[in-house]
């Protein structure tokens, strides 16, 4: 039996969870959330708890068993609380702005990169900090990934966009060769 599979989820006051045949969905005060049910998985609602249960002991069911429990959890979170994902600008000349629906990054290149975020999404900026917000946790973190793409941070002066609190692993310079 999946260890976390097996474990109920507690629905919080404020949170109501709607379930059909094939989807599940978690409005709270943030918003709404909406996913399928995996095949061979079954939700049941039992007071304040939802139980993932599945059918038999197939490998993908043993596997989905776990994933679908997870991502009912992740809405439920989401949907009380939000997510929150932080970055941080370093380096010289590296700035950061809000412009209408999206970013205007100035990251080193020859232009700003005008970054526009998906719908869900809000943004702060604090200084060289970015702070992203949603109730989705996949979409907050592919938003932020996305950004940290643009200018990943290099192992040599350490600039870049960096998630906050990333350990950057630092490269000497070069050693002169002797002869």
């Known amino acids: 039996m999946s260890r976390i599979g097996k474990q109920p989820i507690a629905i919080p006051t404020g949170v109501s969870v709607t379930i059909n045949t094939d989807s599940i969905s978690v409005s709270g005060t943030k918003g709404t959330l909406n996913t399928s049910i995996l095949n061979g998985i079954s939700v049941i609602q039992e007071d304040n708890n939802v139980l993932v249960k599945r059918q038999d002991d197939e490998a993908i069911n043993r596997s ?4 679908m429990r997870s991502l009912i959890n992740n809405m439920v979170i989401g949907v009380s609380q939000g997510y929150v994902k932080k970055l ?11 412009q209408g629906n999206g970013l205007k990054l100035n990251l080193g290149y020859s232009h700003d990169i ?3 975020l998906p719908e869900g999404i809000t943004a702060n900026v604090e200084q060289n900090n970015i702070v992203l917000s949603g109730i989705d946790k996949q979409k907050v973190g592919q938003v932020a990934s996305e950004i940290r793409a643009l200018r990943k941070p290099e192992p040599y002066k350490g600039k870049g966009i960096k998630y906050e609190g990333e350990y950057i692993i630092r490269k000497s310079g070069k050693s002169g060769k002797e002869k």
């Not at 989905?64 to 994933?67: K, P, S, V």
């Open 88 to 98: 941080e600008i370093v380096g010289v000349g590296y700035r950061v702005s809000l």
């Open 114 to 116: 005008n970054f526009a």
């Open 64 to 67: 989905n068993h776990g994933l």
